[in-house]
């Protein structure tokens, strides 16, 4: 194989022992309809979609729409949420109610807020519900600040993959702290997904360039003023910044350098 196709073949997201070709991965609240969710899903590429139990229709409700009736099971990986969840008891029941309403599906996302206006996550609280989601057999993906230690701890009590905000949920604000995001990729094992505060396609681009696993938004999808075609420019943008990581960007220099060599100039 040459030189080039090994520094540009790269290899699929991998979370809990499953490949994924897309490395986005989006939300399905906050949408007009559910039409507007399934076009937007489709047009973003992401195989993997997050469900806020406590908020959406996923069968528990007989007779009213029903998001699986347009995200199929069979086709996407449903990743059940604890959004609303504000105590460990309550995010650890929401998980287990996701698992007896999904057959026995065991790959979650945990959130435990701490602060309504914010919607910071309580590490404490996560923590707790980590431990006992991972002994109860979850595969736990896990929301937390961008703190590197807490990022760390998380991984080692179990998490198959840590997810930490770029800024507050719903915020647009882009990645506010890009070194603890660089930190937290240096030192894990397990896959890194920024998760919250991406505004636009650069936001996400970003994110890639620094050697994230994978994106999770939501918000800057279904609140775009065009939501399908935000889903699109989104899934370029992932693949655009995970080209680039691969593909090395330059070292910033504080003064200019020739485009073209200087040496062998004919006068």
């Known amino acids: 194989m040459s030189n080039h196709a090994t520094a540009t ?26 039409d507007e969710t399934r076009l937007a899903t489709e047009a973003s590429g992401a195989q993997i979609v997050t469900v806020a139990i406590r908020r ?8 009213e729409p029903n998001l699986l ?18 105590t460990v008891d309550d995010a650890v029941r929401t998980c287990r109610l996701a698992r007896e309403m999904l057959d026995g599906h065991d790959l979650v996302k945990l ?11 309580d590490v404490v609280a996560t ?38 905000l770029a800024a507050p949920i719903g915020s647009g604000l882009g990645i506010r702290n890009p070194y603890n995001i660089l930190t937290i990729i240096e030192n894990a ?34 609140g775009a003023k065009h939501p399908v075609l935000m889903a699109s420019a989104m899934k370029k943008a992932i693949e655009a910044g995970r080209e680039a990581f691969l593909a090395g960007r330059i070292p910033r220099k504080r003064y200019a350098s020739a485009s073209s060599p200087s040496d062998g100039l004919f006068f």
């Open 69 to 86: 009736d347009v995200l199929p099971p069979a086709r996407y990986t449903i990743l059940p949420n604890t959004a609303g969840c504000y």
């Open 9 to 34: 073949r790269d290899s699929p997201l991998i979370i809990a022992g499953k490949h994924y070709a897309s490395r986005l991965l989006v939300g399905s609240g906050k949408y007009r309809d559910l």
């Open 189 to 222: 094992k397990v896959p890194i997904l920024v998760d919250a505060g991406v505004g636009t396609a650069s936001d996400a681009a970003l994110a890639m360039e620094l050697g994230c696993d994978g994106v999770l938004m939501n918000t800057a999808i279904a």
């Open 111 to 121: 959130e435990v807020i701490g602060d309504e206006k914010t919607l910071y996550p």
């Open 56 to 63: 959406t229709n996923i069968g528990q409700k007989p007779g």
């Open 127 to 164: 923590m707790k519900a980590a431990e006992i989601l991972v002994k109860d057999g979850f595969k736990v993906m896990v929301y937390t600040t961008d703190d590197p230690l807490i990022a760390k701890r998380l991984e080692e009590i179990g998490c198959v993959a840590v997810m930490p």
